[in-house]
């Protein structure tokens, strides 16, 4: 059945050209073997920023991809890793609980973070500043996103679009950002939707204080709530999509990453 029948359309589907762009799948070596993944840079541009994207729940789909190549046309050096390869393919479940309990479920944070480090190291190979490294996520991404932050010391912004704080989506998972908050790497920026049935504001109410409290790039951090969006508001293929708020949304993580990387 697959993601799109999960998540219906928005009729507001946004496709980015490739055109002067270096993109596709690649293999790229991990820690146990080889993972794919999508990346797109600007030809004959050496040196870009890297970004780690990092997938919504539904895998990494052609939005993940297109967001590869928003971020390219940017002046960025832009991965995602296929996150779900080794537990299974996230388009053979009928619907959300499914997929959350048969597949997402069973992948584990550090297999996660393992790979996202190879997908770093691989862009640093291959033209990338990886010195300037940042991550985003949506969803499911989103999650990471923290988690990545307090990860690697080598990553020097996060951008996290709506994803959990104090929860996540199975018993592997061992660790939330509520836990890691005080103690990131590096500065992240929360983007919020006040109207998230999934994430109550008094969750984002206490990462804010777990923030607040934290070392310096904790205490750099921030999170911006839209009022009146909901979950996935940035996800232009779904009915979720929230143009005004997903752009304004964009230009905040461009000026995050302009200022840390």
């Not at 005080?182 to 984002?204: C, E, F, R, T, W």
């Not at 005004?244 to 461009?254: I, L, N, V």
């Amino acid at each position: 059945m697959g993601f799109s029948s999960i998540t219906g359309q928005a009729g507001t589907t946004i496709h980015t050209s490739a055109e002067g762009l270096i993109q596709g799948r690649v293999q790229i070596p991990t820690f146990d073997g080889e993972v794919d993944a999508y990346h797109a840079v600007q030809k004959d541009r050496q040196g870009a920023p890297v970004i780690l994207v990092v997938q919504e729940i539904f895998g990494l789909h052609e939005h993940i991809q297109d967001v590869c190549r928003r971020l390219a046309h940017a002046g960025y050096f832009a991965i995602a890793v296929e996150h779900y390869q080794r537990q299974g393919d996230p388009n053979a479940y009928p619907d959300v609980p499914t997929l959350i309990s048969q597949l997402v479920s069973k992948v584990p944070d550090e297999q996660v973070l393992a790979d996202l480090d190879a997908a770093a190291e691989w862009a640093g190979r291959n033209g990338g500043d990886a010195s300037r490294l940042g991550v985003t996520g949506y969803c499911w991404g989103g999650r990471i996103t923290w988690l990545y932050a307090a990860h690697n010391p080598a990553c020097k912004a996060g951008v996290a679009w709506y994803g959990k704080l104090v929860s996540g989506h199975g018993a592997i998972q061992k660790y939330q950002p509520i836990d890691i908050a005080g103690k990131l790497h590096a500065p992240v920026l929360g983007l919020y939707g006040g109207q998230d049935n999934s994430i109550p504001m008094a969750d984002v109410e206490r990462m804010q204080g777990e923030l607040a409290q934290g070392n310096a790039a904790s205490q750099a951090s921030q999170i911006i709530v839209y009022p009146q969006a909901g979950h996935a508001f940035y996800a232009d293929y779904r009915p979720s999509y929230r143009e005004y708020d997903a752009q304004e949304g964009w230009s905040r993580m461009h000026d995050w990453f302009a200022r840390y990387l």
